[in-house]
């Protein structure tokens, strides 16, 4: 996927993302969402590829949610996630890399992560 543009993330948004993920079943919901790609999945179908149902489920989506990381779009009777923010997703691990190496007296010369 081609990033149009990276989003420069302060150490408190990475901080709040990264919180956000903190949980195995939630950066689970993000991968499959991910892998659906911009159609999102049905929330039924999340459960069912997840293997995280119901309350649960809601939750781990609310959190997600707030860290504006997914979208959730009621469609007829039922509701649609997504993941929506893929500049963010990105952005996320260029924040833990952007400063790679730099304290090293001599970097690696295969370490390029721009």
Known sequence: MEQEHIIDLSVEQAASAFAAL??????????ILVRAGD???AIGELGKRSGVT?????????ILTQAG???QTKCGRSIICAAVAYD???SLSQF???ECCADCA???KDRHHD
């Open 69 to 71: 990381l997914v979208q």
């Open 54 to 62: 119901g309350s649960t489920l809601t939750h781990h989506m609310k």
């Open 39 to 41: 159609e999102g999945l």
């Open 88 to 90: 963010q997703i990105f």
């Open 96 to 98: 833990l890399l952007s």
């Open 22 to 31: 903190g949980s195995e079943q939630r950066l689970s919901v993000l991968r």
């Open 106 to 108: 001599m970097p690696h």
